[in-house]
Protein backbone atom coordinates (compact mmCIF):
# COMPACT_ATOMS: atom_id res chain seq x y z
CA UNK A 1 0.00 0.00 0.00
CA UNK A 2 1.36 3.46 -1.04
CA UNK A 3 1.71 6.32 1.82
CA UNK A 4 0.92 9.82 1.15
CA UNK A 5 3.64 11.35 -1.27
CA UNK A 6 4.07 15.37 -2.04
CA UNK A 7 6.00 17.04 -3.96
CA UNK A 8 8.76 19.10 -4.19
CA UNK A 9 10.67 18.77 -0.72
CA UNK A 10 11.96 22.04 -0.27
CA UNK A 11 11.59 25.05 -1.99
CA UNK A 12 12.39 28.68 -2.04
CA UNK A 13 10.56 31.95 -3.65
CA UNK A 14 10.19 34.92 -3.39
CA UNK A 15 7.34 37.82 -1.84
CA UNK A 16 4.81 38.16 -4.36
CA UNK A 17 5.52 34.81 -6.21
CA UNK A 18 3.13 32.23 -6.74
CA UNK A 19 3.77 28.53 -5.69
CA UNK A 20 2.14 24.70 -6.19
CA UNK A 21 2.31 22.02 -4.09
CA UNK A 22 1.59 18.35 -4.82
CA UNK A 23 0.48 15.49 -2.76
CA UNK A 24 -0.56 12.45 -3.93
CA UNK A 25 -3.62 10.72 -1.31
CA UNK A 26 -2.96 6.96 -0.30
CA UNK A 27 -4.45 4.02 -2.14
CA UNK A 28 -8.08 3.68 -1.19
CA UNK A 29 -8.18 7.49 0.32
CA UNK A 30 -11.04 9.86 -1.45
CA UNK A 31 -10.13 12.72 0.79
CA UNK A 32 -7.54 15.38 1.01
CA UNK A 33 -6.90 18.37 4.09
CA UNK A 34 -3.73 20.55 4.00
CA UNK A 35 -2.28 21.90 6.64
CA UNK A 36 0.50 24.61 7.24
CA UNK A 37 3.20 24.04 10.20
CA UNK A 38 4.80 26.82 11.68
CA UNK A 39 8.07 26.47 13.16
CA UNK A 40 7.24 25.34 16.93
CA UNK A 41 3.74 25.31 16.23
CA UNK A 42 1.21 22.30 15.66
CA UNK A 43 -0.43 22.15 12.02
CA UNK A 44 -3.18 24.45 11.32
CA UNK A 45 -5.75 23.50 9.07
CA UNK A 46 -6.09 24.98 5.61
CA UNK A 47 -9.20 23.11 3.40
CA UNK A 48 -10.08 19.84 3.18
CA UNK A 49 -11.39 18.30 -1.02
CA UNK A 50 -13.65 15.52 -0.99
CA UNK A 51 -14.68 14.24 -4.47
CA UNK A 52 -13.21 17.06 -6.05
CA UNK A 53 -15.01 19.91 -4.29
CA UNK A 54 -13.77 22.01 -1.07
CA UNK A 55 -15.52 20.46 1.79
CA UNK A 56 -13.98 23.15 4.88
CA UNK A 57 -11.51 25.78 5.01
CA UNK A 58 -9.80 27.07 8.15
CA UNK A 59 -8.87 30.47 8.82
CA UNK A 60 -6.65 31.22 5.37
CA UNK A 61 -7.20 33.85 3.06
CA UNK A 62 -8.97 32.97 -0.62
CA UNK A 63 -4.81 33.24 -2.50
CA UNK A 64 -4.50 30.22 -0.66
CA UNK A 65 -6.91 27.68 -3.42
CA UNK A 66 -6.63 23.87 -4.11
CA UNK A 67 -7.91 21.50 -6.60
CA UNK A 68 -8.46 17.57 -6.21
CA UNK A 69 -8.34 15.42 -9.13
CA UNK A 70 -10.46 12.56 -10.49
CA UNK A 71 -7.48 10.18 -8.97
CA UNK A 72 -8.09 12.02 -5.51
CA UNK A 73 -4.47 13.80 -6.32
CA UNK A 74 -4.49 17.01 -4.46
CA UNK A 75 -2.67 20.68 -5.42
CA UNK A 76 -2.49 23.71 -3.19
CA UNK A 77 -1.44 26.94 -4.75
CA UNK A 78 -0.62 29.92 -2.66
CA UNK A 79 -0.76 33.17 -4.81
CA UNK A 80 1.03 36.47 -3.64
CA UNK A 81 3.89 34.78 -1.45
CA UNK A 82 4.54 36.58 2.01
CA UNK A 83 7.27 35.91 4.22
CA UNK A 84 4.77 34.77 6.75
CA UNK A 85 3.68 31.31 4.30
CA UNK A 86 7.26 30.20 5.29
CA UNK A 87 6.23 26.99 6.23
CA UNK A 88 6.28 23.05 6.03
CA UNK A 89 2.92 22.73 4.47
CA UNK A 90 1.50 18.71 5.09
CA UNK A 91 -1.24 16.93 3.03
CA UNK A 92 -3.07 14.38 4.70
CA UNK A 93 -5.38 11.45 3.25
CA UNK A 94 -8.71 9.90 4.57
CA UNK A 95 -10.91 7.32 3.66
CA UNK A 96 -14.83 8.58 4.14
CA UNK A 97 -18.07 7.24 3.06
CA UNK A 98 -19.65 11.01 3.40
CA UNK A 99 -16.87 13.72 3.96
CA UNK A 100 -17.28 13.76 7.73
CA UNK A 101 -14.60 14.39 10.52
CA UNK A 102 -14.22 11.30 12.33
CA UNK A 103 -11.62 9.40 10.10
CA UNK A 104 -8.09 9.31 10.72
CA UNK A 105 -6.11 10.82 8.85
CA UNK A 106 -2.34 10.07 7.51
CA UNK A 107 0.11 12.49 6.82
CA UNK A 108 2.89 13.39 4.04
CA UNK A 109 6.50 14.02 4.76
CA UNK A 110 5.60 17.62 3.74
CA UNK A 111 7.06 20.65 1.94
CA UNK A 112 8.95 23.15 3.38
CA UNK A 113 8.54 26.44 1.99
CA UNK A 114 10.60 29.18 2.37
CA UNK A 115 10.24 32.72 1.31
CA UNK A 116 12.72 35.47 0.99
CA UNK B 1 -8.45 30.77 19.57
CA UNK B 2 -6.36 27.58 20.54
CA UNK B 3 -8.85 24.85 22.05
CA UNK B 4 -6.41 21.92 21.60
CA UNK B 5 -3.74 22.95 24.24
CA UNK B 6 -0.12 20.89 25.28
CA UNK B 7 1.30 22.73 27.79
CA UNK B 8 4.48 21.22 28.51
CA UNK B 9 6.93 21.76 25.69
CA UNK B 10 8.83 18.62 26.66
CA UNK B 11 9.30 15.61 28.44
CA UNK B 12 12.75 13.74 29.50
CA UNK B 13 12.20 9.95 30.50
CA UNK B 14 14.58 7.30 30.81
CA UNK B 15 14.19 4.12 29.02
CA UNK B 16 12.04 1.82 30.36
CA UNK B 17 10.16 4.19 32.52
CA UNK B 18 6.33 5.49 31.77
CA UNK B 19 5.91 8.49 29.69
CA UNK B 20 3.04 10.76 30.25
CA UNK B 21 1.83 12.77 27.59
CA UNK B 22 -1.06 15.25 28.80
CA UNK B 23 -3.66 17.60 26.37
CA UNK B 24 -6.43 19.53 27.48
CA UNK B 25 -9.33 21.20 25.14
CA UNK B 26 -11.96 23.46 25.49
CA UNK B 27 -14.33 22.44 23.02
CA UNK B 28 -17.02 20.04 24.15
CA UNK B 29 -18.30 19.16 20.41
CA UNK B 30 -15.17 17.52 20.29
CA UNK B 31 -15.83 13.77 19.64
CA UNK B 32 -12.43 12.11 18.03
CA UNK B 33 -9.74 12.07 19.42
CA UNK B 34 -5.55 11.31 18.01
CA UNK B 35 -2.11 11.21 18.82
CA UNK B 36 0.63 12.04 16.09
CA UNK B 37 4.36 11.50 16.62
CA UNK B 38 6.97 12.98 14.51
CA UNK B 39 10.42 12.98 13.68
CA UNK B 40 12.01 16.39 12.04
CA UNK B 41 11.97 16.11 8.25
CA UNK B 42 9.02 13.92 8.45
CA UNK B 43 5.41 14.20 8.58
CA UNK B 44 3.25 13.66 11.87
CA UNK B 45 2.83 9.16 11.99
CA UNK B 46 -1.05 8.43 13.35
CA UNK B 47 -0.10 6.89 17.18
CA UNK B 48 -4.06 5.89 18.09
CA UNK B 49 -6.96 7.39 18.42
CA UNK B 50 -10.31 7.55 20.97
CA UNK B 51 -13.71 8.63 20.48
CA UNK B 52 -15.91 10.45 23.03
CA UNK B 53 -17.77 7.14 23.67
CA UNK B 54 -15.08 5.58 25.76
CA UNK B 55 -12.58 6.25 27.79
CA UNK B 56 -9.28 4.16 27.13
CA UNK B 57 -7.83 2.57 24.04
CA UNK B 58 -4.76 0.69 24.21
CA UNK B 59 -2.69 -0.54 21.17
CA UNK B 60 0.43 -2.22 22.41
CA UNK B 61 2.72 -0.13 24.03
CA UNK B 62 0.67 2.89 23.87
CA UNK B 63 -2.80 4.07 26.08
CA UNK B 64 -4.82 7.04 25.51
CA UNK B 65 -6.92 8.14 27.99
CA UNK B 66 -10.13 10.53 27.94
CA UNK B 67 -11.91 12.22 30.48
CA UNK B 68 -14.32 14.57 28.69
CA UNK B 69 -16.06 15.77 32.23
CA UNK B 70 -12.35 17.65 32.48
CA UNK B 71 -11.71 17.78 28.81
CA UNK B 72 -8.65 16.23 29.26
CA UNK B 73 -6.76 13.02 27.62
CA UNK B 74 -3.39 11.71 28.12
CA UNK B 75 -0.98 9.37 26.36
CA UNK B 76 0.97 6.78 28.01
CA UNK B 77 3.88 4.98 26.63
CA UNK B 78 5.17 2.13 28.44
CA UNK B 79 8.16 0.98 28.42
CA UNK B 80 9.55 4.43 26.84
CA UNK B 81 11.85 3.36 24.70
CA UNK B 82 14.78 5.44 22.91
CA UNK B 83 12.81 5.53 19.21
CA UNK B 84 9.53 6.99 20.87
CA UNK B 85 12.63 10.37 21.22
CA UNK B 86 9.85 12.53 18.68
CA UNK B 87 7.30 15.49 18.88
CA UNK B 88 3.91 14.34 20.08
CA UNK B 89 0.87 15.95 19.07
CA UNK B 90 -2.47 15.92 20.13
CA UNK B 91 -5.22 16.89 17.59
CA UNK B 92 -9.07 16.75 18.05
CA UNK B 93 -12.34 17.36 15.39
CA UNK B 94 -15.72 17.25 16.12
CA UNK B 95 -18.91 16.53 13.80
CA UNK B 96 -19.78 19.60 12.08
CA UNK B 97 -15.74 20.31 11.23
CA UNK B 98 -15.62 18.65 7.94
CA UNK B 99 -12.24 16.56 8.66
CA UNK B 100 -10.79 19.74 10.03
CA UNK B 101 -8.20 18.80 12.85
CA UNK B 102 -7.31 20.67 15.93
CA UNK B 103 -3.93 20.47 17.01
CA UNK B 104 -1.55 21.29 20.00
CA UNK B 105 1.41 22.60 19.64
CA UNK B 106 3.15 19.23 20.56
CA UNK B 107 5.65 18.32 23.56
CA UNK B 108 9.13 16.97 22.69
CA UNK B 109 9.60 13.64 24.43
CA UNK B 110 13.41 12.38 24.68
CA UNK B 111 14.63 9.25 26.03
CA UNK B 112 17.19 8.64 27.48
CA UNK B 113 19.48 5.22 28.56
Known amino acids: ETGVTQSPTHLIKTRGQQVTLRCSSQ?????VSWYQQALGQGPQFIFQ???????GRGNFPPRFSGLQFPNYSSELNVNALELDDSALYLC???????????????FGPGTRLTVL | DQQVKQNSPSLSVQEGRISILNCDYT??????FLWYKKYPAEGPTFLIS?????DKNEDGRFTVFLNKSAKHLSLHIVPSQPGDSAVYFC????????????FGAGTQVVVTP
Open chain 1, 92 to 106: ASSRSASGGAADTQY
Open chain 1, 27 to 31: SGHNT
Open chain 1, 49 to 55: YYREEEN
Open chain 2, 27 to 32: NSMFDY
Open chain 2, 50 to 54: ISSIK
Open chain 2, 91 to 102: AASDPDSWGKLQ
